[in-house]
């Protein structure tokens, strides 16, 4: 049985800070600009690193930046962390941002569209 907190999920949320700090301050490709890194997965044996990505901007090119930036991060993860084996990094973009900010935008439209219904009601009432 896992424990709650096991060691792979201490290197994620190490990782990820390292990550985001890189990301902002030592990553100089273009392509690469406001980033979030949302979570991190990394596999039980460490041999893989699953990062979460969001960003505002077109996420094509910033695909391809960070997949061109993942040796330079790597090896500065080994220089930070206390590893035997650095993860090999694998990024895939994190829509759930953006579900949530479109499900904001029906709630809000449905709730408008329920306040407009039910003024004109009250209005055919009077």
């Not at 990820?16 to 979570?39: C, H, N, S, Y």
């Amino acid at each position: 049985m896992a424990k709650a907190y096991s060691r792979s999920s201490r290197v994620a949320e190490q990782m990820r800070r390292e990550l985001a700090d890189l990301l902002q301050f030592e990553v100089k490709d273009p392509r690469v600009g406001m980033v979030t890194i949302t979570e991190v997965e990394v596999t039980g044996d460490m041999a893989h690193a699953k990062i979460f990505y969001s960003a505002s901007e077109g996420t094509a090119d910033l695909q391809a930046g960070l997949e061109k930036a993942s040796g330079f991060l790597r090896s500065q993860i080994a220089k930070r962390m206390l590893l035997r084996t650095v993860p090999q990094l694998h990024f895939e973009y994190d829509a759930s941002a953006d579900y949530a900010m479109k499900m904001s935008k029906l709630i809000d439209e449905a709730m408008s569209s329920t306040d407009s219904a039910s003024d004109k009601s009250a209005d055919n009432k009077d």
